[in-house]
């Protein structure tokens, strides 16, 4: 199995729900992201996990909150978010943090209304 | 921040044609990274380099890492219809303790009907 899988593919959000978004991967990687990606823009990044453990946040505003279960699974919960939240989030993975051949998934296109 | 500059922005061309796209920046890298993003999709390496001079091949792309660790191309040779899509680079900063990448902008690939 060599791909991310995020679910779902789409969300529509009010501003006063909470969702989740999720990734899986079964590749023995032990290095997780999250991106956000805007339209026409390269992404940026938010999350690092490393062995299940949060690297690095990005100055990520705290209605995003991520979260690493275990080695295969990467959440993203989503809170009182802003229309210019609305974008594509990818999820990524890579054997280890600082080994830059990143498997992405097909992303989760978000939209906040 | 530190930036990478990306081009051309966009590229209209024939079938059949040559392709060539570079990045450029005042900054020193240890890594360069070249991935295609389809619409809708998350970006797919293409091809990795990691050493100054390195010239590598994948199929009809071929990428260099400069000399001068400033800048890196990507060439696609005798282009057909599925190589539409969204271009990026992406380096890794010598000196960054992160070992984040830093994304150009992409270069957009159209082909003319």
């Known amino acids: 199995d060599t791909e991310v899988t995020q679910t779902p593919k789409h969300l529509v959000m009010g501003m006063t729900n909470k969702k989740s978004l999720k990734c899986e991967q079964h590749m023995g990687h032990r290095a997780m992201y999250w991106y956000k990606q805007k339209a026409k823009k390269p992404p940026e990044l938010m999350f690092v996990y490393s062995y299940e453990k949060l690297s690095i946040n990005e100055s990520v505003p705290s209605r995003f909150s991520p979260e690493c279960p275990n080695s295969s699974l990467l959440n993203l919960h989503l809170h009182a978010l802003q229309p210019e939240d609305s974008a594509l989030y990818l999820c990524?993975?890579?054997?280890?943090?600082?080994?830059?051949?990143?498997?992405f998934g097909s992303g989760t296109r978000l939209t906040v209304v | 921040g530190q930036q990478l500059n990306q081009s051309p922005q966009s590229m209209f061309i024939q079938e059949g044609e040559d392709v060539s796209m570079n990045c450029t920046s005042s900054?020193?890298?240890?890594?360069w990274l070249w991935y295609k993003q389809d619409p809708g999709e998350g970006p797919v390496l293409l091809i990795a380099?990691?050493?100054a001079g390195e010239l590598t091949s994948n199929g009809r792309l071929t990428a260099q890492f400069g000399i001068t660790r400033k800048d890196s191309f990507l060439n696609i040779s005798a282009s057909i219809p599925s190589d539409v899509g969204i271009y990026f680079c992406a380096g890794q900063l010598v000196g960054d303790s992160n070992y984040q990448l830093i994304w150009g902008a992409g270069t957009k690939l159209i082909i003319k009907p």
């Open positions: 990524a993975s890579s054997q280890e943090y600082r080994i830059y051949g990143y498997t």
């Open positions: 900054s020193i890298f240890n890594t």
């Open positions: 380099l990691y050493k």
